[in-house]
């Protein structure tokens, strides 16, 4: 993967997860003002709005990274396959998908059921992203640490 795709990558998955995380909590935690208002928090239709938006960069960013990178991993290219790339691959699809439905459900069955989906594995994508990100880095920093081999002159 390169820096631009993974900076692509990163940037929109930052988007996304910030905007998700703040429409979920002015959605399902927020305390309206006024008991009859409709939201929950005046910034409720923004935020959606803005994760309805930015989404959709980072399923394109996903598809850039699956060929980049999950699809060498699937491959077997040698290097080791880490369970936190295993959540993003699962969450992708229903996560995603889900997201999709909810806005175009019209009964309140299947609209709770996209809902449930699209929180758990929003839960399940951060989680994983955030532990893939750091054992990354946990690897670089010891690969720097790790002493130069020695070579023998004759």
């Known amino acids: 993967m390169t820096r631009?795709?993974?900076w692509l990558f990163h940037a929109s998955n930052a988007l996304v997860a910030a905007s998700g995380l703040a429409y979920a909590w002015a959605a399902y935690l927020a305390e309206p003002e006024d008991p009859y208002a409709?939201?929950?928090?005046?910034l409720q239709p923004d935020l959606q709005h803005l994760h309805v938006l930015v989404a959709p960069l980072l399923v394109f960013a996903?598809?850039?990274v699956w060929r980049s990178h999950v699809a060498a991993k699937l491959r077997g290219n040698g290097t080791t396959r880490r369970t936190s790339g295993w959540t993003l691959l699962v969450a992708l699809a229903p996560c995603?998908?889900?997201g999709y439905a909810i806005q175009v459900a019209t009964e309140d069955s299947w609209r709770f059921a996209f809902v449930a989906v699209h929180l758990v594995t929003s839960a399940l994508w951060i989680a994983g992203s955030?532990?893939?990100?750091l054992a990354r880095r946990s690897e670089r920093a010891a690969a720097q640490d790790a002493p130069l081999p020695s070579?023998?002159?004759g």
């Open 4 to 6: 631009g795709e993974a």
């Open 38 to 42: 409709i939201v929950n928090h005046p």
């Open 62 to 64: 996903g598809g850039v």
């Open 96 to 98: 995603a998908m889900s």
């Open 130 to 133: 955030l532990v893939h990100v």
């Open 151 to 153: 070579s023998t002159r």
